[in-house]
């Protein structure tokens, strides 16, 4: 198994059951230092591929989750959550459930099922500390629906802090680089022609004396090639 750090996302490749265990994050600025715990675990299923259980936890309340499922796409594929109902900000993101703005209620396990197969992801939301110099970031597209073809500006914009001592990146989040056709210049993310690659969540940081915090964005496109 190839296991690698990228960002606050921890990649295995290739996962095996001497994979299981509890992986420790640990998330630090000016405010204090926070830590979650994974727990993963691989159940061996023989011949079939084996089904993977997976602890997933978000340090952070508010922020947006992806619970990924590993099962083939199918027309009866849906998600449920154990004990009670998923919750209202959840939408089906082709196989994965996003969650928007989580709050530590969402905590529990999450079950995928797809022609007969199951698979559960346990999600833990926890709390951290709360910094009372954290300044307002506000994220505002050009689009709100953007099409494949069309122009699109995205802003992030932090109110109250200005000069020295502020940086503001952008950044996708699973990938190394946002891709060929996006260019992120401090506070101006820049896609010329939008391509259906271009989907997924994208993170602007914004750095300071006081710490380091961040807004998420997410870009869904319409329309075919």
Do not use: H
Not at 46 to 69: F, K, R, Y
Not at 137 to 159: M, Q
């Amino acid at each position: 198994t190839s296991v690698a750090q990228n960002g606050p996302i921890l990649q295995f490749r290739g996962i095996a059951v001497s994979d299981t265990g509890r992986y420790v994050c640990k998330a630090s600025n000016a405010a204090g230092q926070s830590e979650a715990v994974a727990e993963v675990i691989v159940n061996d299923a023989g011949d079939d591929g084996g089904m993977i259980e997976i602890q997933q936890l978000s340090s952070s309340q508010g922020a947006t989750v992806d619970l990924p499922c590993r099962l083939a796409p199918s027309d009866d594929m849906k998600w449920r959550k154990e004990g009670g109902s998923l919750p209202d900000r959840a939408t089906q993101v082709r196989t994965a459930l996003r969650i928007e703005r989580v709050t530590v209620e969402d905590s529990g396990k999450y079950i995928c099922t797809s022609q007969g197969r199951m698979q559960y992801v346990t999600l833990m939301v926890e709390r951290l500390t709360v910094n009372p110099a954290k300044p307002k970031i506000s994220i505002t597209p050009s689009n709100t629906s953007p099409a494949i073809g069309d122009f699109l500006d995205v802003k992030c914009e932090v109110e109250g802090l200005t000069g020295r001592g502020l940086k503001v990146s952008w950044a996708k989040i699973g990938q190394s680089d946002m891709g060929d056709n996006v260019n992120g210049r401090a506070t101006l993310m820049r896609i010329e022609t939008v391509k259906r690659e271009n989907e997924g969540l994208y993170r602007c940081t914004v750095e300071t004396r006081a710490g380091t915090f961040y807004e998420d964005y997410t870009l869904s496109v319409s329309g075919s090639a």
